[in-house]
């Protein structure tokens, strides 16, 4: 079981109700109909992710203007280590990524959820790919 700081539930919840438009957009496009399950704005330690799933051990998070500025890099840095110390995969895609290649953005989610709950099919399957 994941560590998690009640504290957040509050914001984590706001969260859920006032996502932004790319979030809804991969939400209700995409994510809430996945095979795997996936979580909104879920609690992983002192940190809350855009959306997680459990099987694959996966966290997507989605990057707007607020990311790309130093303070924002740095704050994401040491939330990718605090996952990734948990066993969690971190996913980031640009609020352009969802906006302009929302396709492809599942595609690579896909690919990733395959990998991390089949890595041998998908070890089989990039062989024959090569071939």
């Given at each position: 079981m994941?560590?998690?700081?009640p ?14 438009k ?6 209700y ?9 996936f ?11 855009d ?8 966290a ?10 130093p ?28 906006t302009?290649?929302?396709e492809?953005?599942c595609?690579?989610i ?19 790919d090569?071939?």
């Open positions: 994941l560590p998690r700081n504290q957040l539930l509050g914001n984590a919840r706001r969260l859920r109700r006032e996502m932004t790319e979030e809804r957009k991969l939400w496009g995409y994510l809430r109909y996945h095979p795997a399950k979580y909104k704005q879920k609690i992983i330690g002192s940190y809350i992710v959306f997680y799933c459990d099987t694959a051990k996966l997507i998070e989605l990057d707007g203007s607020q990311h790309f500025e303070t924002g890099q740095q704050h994401d840095a040491q939330r990718t280590l605090y996952l990734q110390a948990q066993g969690i995969l971190v996913l980031r895609f640009s609020n352009t990524d969802i302009r290649h929302l492809a953005v595609a690579q896909d690919d990733t959820i395959d990998r991390r709950i089949h890595p041998a099919a998908s070890s089989i399957r990039q062989a024959r090569n071939l």
